[in-house]
């Protein structure tokens, strides 16, 4: 994107309709303030119609430093909580979401 905001990352069935994601993100505040990197890691659990999911998060922030002999990542703040969310498909509108 024009932000260079990123997330990429992989999920792993771990169980009977139960996902663990893993993702990576850099975002920028504006085109000379970066935040990040971050990761979050989620476990959900898919409801037998498939139309929801409940599951718990952890989102962890780093901050990065350039240093003479490179970069160096070090732990900034983490927050972890409970998530659930509702299907969306390409003909979901924005109301019911937002």
Not at 65 to 86: E, H, L
């Amino acid at each position: 994107p024009e932000t260079s905001s990123f997330c990429m990352g992989v999920w792993e069935q771990v169980g009977p309709r139960t996902f663990k994601l893993n993702h990576f993100a850099i975002s920028w505040a504006d085109p000379s303030t970066r935040t990040g990197p971050t990761t979050i890691v989620e476990e959900v659990t898919v409801s037998p119609n498939g139309q929801t999911f409940t599951g718990h998060f952890t989102i962890t922030d780093y901050t990065e430093t350039d240093t003479p002999s490179g970069n160096s990542i070090s732990f900034r703040d983490s927050i972890s909580g409970t998530i659930a969310g509702t299907k969306v498909d390409v003909n979901t509108p924005a109301s019911p979401i937002f």
